[in-house]
T-cell receptor, first 110, second 116 residues
Framework: DAKTTQPPSMDCAEGRAANLPCNHS???????VYWYRQIHSQGPQYIIH???NNETNEMASLIITEDRKSSTLILPHATLRDTAVYYC???????????FGAGTILRVKS | GAVVSQHPSRVICKSGTSVKIECRSL??????MFWYRQFPKQSLMLMAT?????????EQGVEKDKFLINHASLTLSTLTVTSAHPEDSSFYIC????????????FGQGTRLTVV
């Protein structure tokens, strides 16, 4: 599966949008982009995933560039409870493994 | 979304004993489950892929005789840490995925193992 690169940490003010970038320059045509987050001492939580179109759900929006080499996860109105480690993962469709990188520590501050 | 439940959430055991961790998919059938280990301030590391009715597939460097995985039914996989030592103390997390081309994986809440 393609490797991803994320900034190690980011800060965001409560109530503002949090934009988390992810580079996946070696992504293949059949690989999806998945985002998960992990709040301290809990199992990871699924957020969103996409192939090439932008996606939105009740938690977040996923913006994938046209060349698919990078993406951005947007939390539209961050709250203190969104403080977590956010993982961007690319995976082959119907592929089994999810391989986690280091992720981005997002700190939402009041 | 689908629910994956792990039990126990915390366990303390003596060095040399074995500990079993259960992972259940509560509202769906999972032919494949995954076991991860996470040390403090580190990311999740995939240990093995558990396949219902067959042997687990272990990642490189993971001792299959120490970390026994059983996936006897479509809703239950177990991880047994045999002859546990303090260095096995970690956060163990299981995961299961719905069948389908691009489905997401769901994770258990994790098990904090402390070996004393």
């Amino acid at each position: 599966d393609a490797k991803t690169t994320q900034p190690p940490s980011m800060d965001c003010a409560e109530g503002r949008a949090a934009n988390l970038p992810c580079n996946h320059s070696t992504i293949s045509g059949n690989e999806y982009v998945y985002w998960y987050r992990q709040i301290h001492s809990q199992g990871p939580q699924y957020i969103i995933h996409g192939l090439k179109n932008n996606e939105t759900n009740e938690m977040a929006s996923l913006i994938i560039t046209e060349d698919r080499k990078s993406s951005t996860l947007i939390l539209p109105h961050a709250t203190l409870r969104d403080t977590a480690v956010y993982y961007c993962i690319v995976r082959v469709a119907n592929g089994n493994k999810l391989v986690f990188g280091a992720g981005t520590i997002l700190r939402v501050k009041s | 979304g689908a629910v994956v439940s792990q039990h126990p959430s915390r366990v303390i055991c003596k060095s040399g004993t074995s500990v079993k961790i259960e992972c259940r998919s509560l509202d769906f059938q999972a032919t494949t489950m995954f076991w991860y280990r996470q040390f403090p301030k580190q990311s999740l590391m995939l240990m093995a892929t558990s396949n219902e009715g067959s042997k687990a597939t272990y990642e490189q460097g993971v001792e299959k005789d120490k970390f026994l995985i059983n996936h006897a039914s479509l809703t239950l996989s177990t991880l047994t840490v045999t002859s546990a030592h303090p260095e096995d103390s970690s956060f163990y997390i299981c995961s299961a995925r719905l069948q389908g081309r691009d489905t997401e994986a769901f994770f258990g809440q994790g098990t904090r193992l402390t070996v004393v």
